[in-house]
């Protein structure tokens, strides 16, 4: 054998281990992105799951911010004061789950759920008062996303939940 052909040979090895070594490097490079995925999926679910615990345990909080997203204008000044503190927490994480979509890390479907919660909320004509007066903390791409989407379906609001009755009677 010649010094070239083994030559030929040592690059043709060479070539199989990078190869080797690129297969290797996109199978860590998905898991990496799957893990992170998982993730910011856990944070998203963890944070808005803390608000809603917050809002839940307190039913005066609660009954507060169903009113506010109906008619925040009729609120006195220190409800207005809560539910501001409430509705820019709300709508940061909406802002956050927003961004992590864009950047790739919820999946469409998880995304497609968050997005008609937080059209519903949006859509309230006490929240659209709120909204006038502190969209400019939020994002650009955040408010134009906002501003230029529609709900895909209806979604019940909170004020629609609170008030359905019982379509049943109780036995005498």
Same mark, same amino acid.
């Given at each position: 054998m010649t010094l070239n052909e083994l030559g030929n040979i040592g690059e043709f090895i060479s070539s199989i281990g990078v190869i080797v070594s690129l297969v290797y490097l996109a199978a860590q490079i998905r898991k990496s992105t799957e893990t992170e995925r998982t993730s910011t999926y856990q944070s998203v679910v963890s944070d808005f799951g803390s /608000?809603?615990? =917050?809002?839940? #345990?307190?039913?005066?909080? #609660?009954? @507060? %911010?169903?009113?506010? /997203?109906?008619?925040?204008?009729? &609120? !006195?000044?220190?409800?207005?004061?809560?539910i501001s503190q409430l509705f820019f927490a709300t709508f940061h994480y909406f802002e956050n789950m927003y961004y992590q979509y864009q950047?790739?890390? &919820?999946?469409? !479907?998880?995304?497609?759920?968050?997005?008609? @919660?937080? /059209? =519903? %909320? %949006?859509?309230?004509?006490?929240f659209q008062t709120w909204?006038?007066?502190?969209? !400019?903390?939020?994002s650009n791409s955040f408010g134009e996303f906002l501003e230029a989407s529609k709900p895909d379906r209806y979604i019940a609001s909170y004020n629609d939940v609170t008030e359905l009755k019982s379509n049943t009677t109780e036995s005498e």
């Open positions: /608000l809603n615990r =917050t809002m839940a #345990s307190n039913a005066e909080l #609660s009954y @507060l %911010y169903v009113r506010a /997203l109906e008619n925040f204008a009729e &609120l !006195d000044v220190a409800e207005k004061a809560r950047k790739g890390y &919820l999946e469409e !479907d998880v995304w497609r759920g968050w997005k008609r @919660l937080m /059209l =519903t %909320y %949006y859509a309230r004509p006490g909204w006038s007066i502190r969209r !400019d903390v939020f």
